[in-house]
């Protein structure tokens, strides 16, 4: 049996738990909150027989196995820290960390004490990108010459979601004071793990990171400074030689949340489309095929969820793909790409 512990039971909190829930011989033994009563609840909920406050006491308390850490994206080093420095394996939510320098602690940590770790990049679920990705690596398209990768969110401009006037778990997101760092942290995160699940690491990035105006009196709404990111536009330079452009937004009307990456290369072309299909891939090579235009629809099947592969890699001991080296890895870029919006210059990937 796999002992699992969840520490912090907000929104994302039950996706972990109605996963792990599903699994045979995976129990939850533990939850953890610093609210007292949110944690109580959770317990409850998820028929979880202890719960704690405090994620220290837990891990000295439990024999797990494993940890979601779901915390606020301050304490997922802390946290995740802790449970390593006890041979305990973590998936985290993503980011990782807040600074490239507590992601490379983290990345460090496990591999000093063997601990199974995963960043829980959800899009990473998608069998379509899967499929892409083992296609792409095995040259199914030949060499990567351009990548296009956009996620486009509109909960700026519409208020499909909620009205973020009036949601704090929106507004907080706009507030670098509240720990929010913007479009890039939030969702550029996911979209440069997917290019590099279908293209590879990324050398070089040259980025714009851009704040509007919102229309809101003195710039704040209660206790919240709306000084984050809106929108990224980043140029890159794959480490296989291509280039690409990768750009997200809280303002593409029209598009509630759409995930798209385009990889072209001298020997044919692959689409993924989340917004249309996460379980498939359209792609176009042959001479004929090419020739003429002609996409083809591949469906693809089942691949594990992100939670799978974490249970799996505990019980093997062999480390996941989107384990803490990938998620340093993408730190690195959201790193790269605040510094070169701050100096106006490209700024070379250094891992």
Not at 22 to 39: K, L, Q, Y
Request: overall charge positive.
């Amino acid at each position: 049996m796999i002992h699992l512990a969840i520490i912090g039971t907000g929104n994302m909190a039950a996706s972990h738990a109605q996963n792990y829930s599903t699994m045979r011989g995976v129990a939850i033994s533990a939850c953890c909150d610093v609210n007292a009563e949110r944690a109580r609840q959770f317990a409850r909920t998820w028929k979880i027989p202890r719960w704690f406050t405090d994620y220290e006491e837990l891990l000295k308390s439990e024999r797990l196995d494993g940890v979601s850490n779901v915390t606020t994206d301050v304490m997922h080093a802390p946290v995740s820290l802790a449970a390593i420095s006890r041979g305990v394996s973590v998936l985290c939510e993503k980011p990782l960390a807040t600074t490239l320098a507590d992601a490379r602690k983290m990345r460090d940590a496990a591999a000093r004490r063997k601990a199974m770790t995963m960043v829980n990049f959800s899009y990473r679920n998608s069998s379509g990108a899967q499929a892409a990705a083992q296609l792409i690596a095995a040259g199914g398209i030949g060499r990567v010459m351009h990548v296009e990768a956009s996620y486009l969110q509109s909960w700026l401009v519409q208020d499909t979601w909620g009205d973020w006037r009036t949601t704090p778990r929106f507004t907080w997101r706009l507030s670098t004071r509240h720990g929010s760092a913007g479009t890039l942290g939030d969702i550029g995160c996911h979209i440069y793990d997917l290019v590099g699940l279908l293209c590879g690491d990324i050398r070089q990035i040259s980025c714009l990171l851009r704040t509007f105006e919102k229309g809101v009196k003195g710039n704040r709404i209660g206790p919240y400074v709306l000084d984050a990111n809106d929108s990224l536009i980043s140029t890159v330079e794959l480490a296989s030689g291509g280039v690409g452009t990768v750009h997200a937004t809280r303002w593409a009307t029209g598009h509630v949340n759409s995930i798209r990456v385009r990889v072209y290369g001298d020997e044919g072309a692959v689409e993924v489309d989340l917004d249309r299909d996460p379980s498939s891939y359209r792609v176009v090579r042959g001479k004929r095929n090419i020739r003429a235009a002609q996409w083809r629809v591949v469906k693809c099947k089942r691949t594990p969820t992100q939670y799978e592969r974490f249970i799996t890699s505990i019980r093997s001991g062999k480390s996941d793909a989107s384990d803490f080296r990938n998620g340093a890895k993408v730190q690195a870029y959201l790193a790269a790409s605040v510094k070169s919006s701050e100096t106006g210059r490209p700024v070379k990937i250094r891992l």
